[in-house]
């Protein structure tokens, strides 16, 4: 056969054509999860250029209500709670034949407990976890603190993290705390202590809001709005359930001393992030914004060492020398992520990550946009949960 030789690639078929935020705030009076799951697909084939009655699958929560109400069917639904695993769900119906555009939807809206800001996930009831007084940002805690002890990172390079972000969100109008800055690292020391190192600001918010991406065969991805933008790869690394068992960051498995490496629970994501630019050919040095998940300021600098763009211990030198900041040589989580933008639900807040590293490839982004960005490296979850899932993207087919 003449030409060039089909891709073996697992992602070659796929590419994500829409991707669309509804409106997000701390609260969205007479919004339900199931009604701004709607707005979010409605809008997502808008960006996307695609008519509803098209999709022949739906990935994400409560997809069976949404092809009812939608009147479609039959058609493909894979229910998924989760972030960029809810993404590759997507991917595989397509890469299977099963499907040929999938729309992916997560919204959340009436979670929070009585006193209108704890999240009921930052209160495991877990009787081993409970009986020791922890909650999500004291188990981020420690393994924040461990780090500190080990390699000296100071709470200021903690603070330096957190001004970022949320000065990237403070600049975005869609942002929950639009205009709520800016922020210097001293602001962020400042704010009342939560669970030590982690200051009020340290730490991300909770809001309400929903989000939505249209993923489709890429020989058809020509017909969308956008240029399209495509999985280079994925993968994902876990200890355990998160928030349910006291992390400890030299926590290990069977599979951790397996080559080429030891990887403690501290560095969850290093295998993935081996994985992921193993599947890509490419490497730290290629990529161009990093789209971390940030429930709190640590774990971009731990995200860093894991993921190999510097060294043990060095991430907090790499942010203070600018290296996240809007013009560094790795922009993070450009538009506030869930310290600033919005934090709606778990699901909703780590596909948020790989919307707008879709936005950053195809130069949509609204605010903080990387000039001539190729290559975005996208993450969900922390050390304090167990886990982490990865995905890169690119604007060349793989």
Same mark, same amino acid.
């Given at each position: ?63 069976? /209500? ?30 299977? !034949? /099963?499907? =040929?555009?999938?729309?992916? +939807?997560? +919204? ?71 205009? %709520?800055?800016?922020? =210097? ?20 918010? =909770?809001? /309400? ?15 969308? @709005? ?42 969850? #994501?290093?295998?993935?992030? @081996? ?7 490419? $490497? ?23 993921? $190999?763009?510097?060294?043990? #211990?060095? #991430? !907090?030198?790499?942010?203070?020398? !600018? ?32 919307? @707008?590293?879709?936005?950053?490839? %195809? !130069?949509?982004?609204? =605010?903080?946009?990387?000039?001539? +960005? /190729? ?24």
């Amino acid at each position: 056969m003449a030409g060039r030789p089909p891709s073996s690639h697992p992602y070659h078929q796929v590419a994500i054509v829409g991707a669309y935020n509804t409106k997000q705030a701390r609260r969205l009076p007479g919004q339900t999860m199931h009604s701004l799951l709607l707005d979010a697909v409605f809008g997502a084939c808008a960006d996307a250029g695609v008519d509803v009655s098209t999709v022949d699958a739906f990935v994400g929560q409560n997809p069976a /209500e949404l092809i009812y109400d939608l009147g479609l069917g039959p058609v493909t639904r894979a229910m998924s709670n989760l972030g960029i695993p809810a993404i590759r769900d997507a991917a595989h119906l397509i890469t299977t !034949g /099963e499907a =040929t555009t999938v729309v992916l +939807a997560t +919204a959340g809206a009436g979670l929070l407990l009585n006193d209108g800001a704890t999240a009921p996930w930052t209160r495991p009831t877990n009787e081993l976890v409970v009986s020791y007084g922890l909650f999500t940002a004291a188990e981020f805690a420690l393994m924040a603190r461990r780090h500190m002890l080990t390699y000296g990172t100071t709470p200021e390079q903690l603070a330096t993290v957190a001004a970022t972000i949320r000065n990237n969100g403070h600049v975005h109008p869609d942002a929950v705390y639009s205009g %709520r800055g800016p922020f =210097t690292a001293a602001d962020i020391l400042a704010s009342p202590m939560i669970a030590d190192p982690f200051h009020l600001l340290d730490c991300s918010m =909770t809001s /309400e809001g929903g989000c939505a991406m249209v993923l489709t065969r890429a020989d058809m991805a020509a017909d969308t @709005r956008h240029r399209p933008v495509y999985i280079l790869g994925s993968a994902s690394d876990s200890f355990g359930p998160a928030y349910s068992q006291a992390p400890s960051w030299d926590m290990r498995g069977a599979t951790s001393g397996v080559a080429p490496g030891d990887v403690p629970a501290g560095y969850v #994501g290093r295998r993935a992030a @081996r994985t992921v630019f193993r599947q890509s050919g490419l $490497g730290p040095d290629d990529v161009d914004v990093c789209e971390f998940y940030d429930p709190f300021s640590f774990e971009i600098i731990r995200q860093l060492e894991a993921f $190999g763009f510097c060294g043990e #211990g060095e #991430g !907090g030198e790499l942010v203070m020398d !600018g290296a996240i900041a809007p013009g560094g040589r790795w922009p993070v989580t450009t538009d506030g992520g869930t310290m600033s933008f919005g934090h709606s639900g778990i699901s909703t807040q780590q596909i948020q990550r790989v919307i @707008r590293g879709v936005q950053q490839l %195809r !130069g949509t982004c609204t =605010t903080m946009q990387v000039t001539g +960005a /190729e290559v975005a490296l996208c993450s969900n979850g922390g050390s304090g949960a167990l886990f982490n899932d990865l995905m890169l993207l690119g604007v060349e087919q793989p």
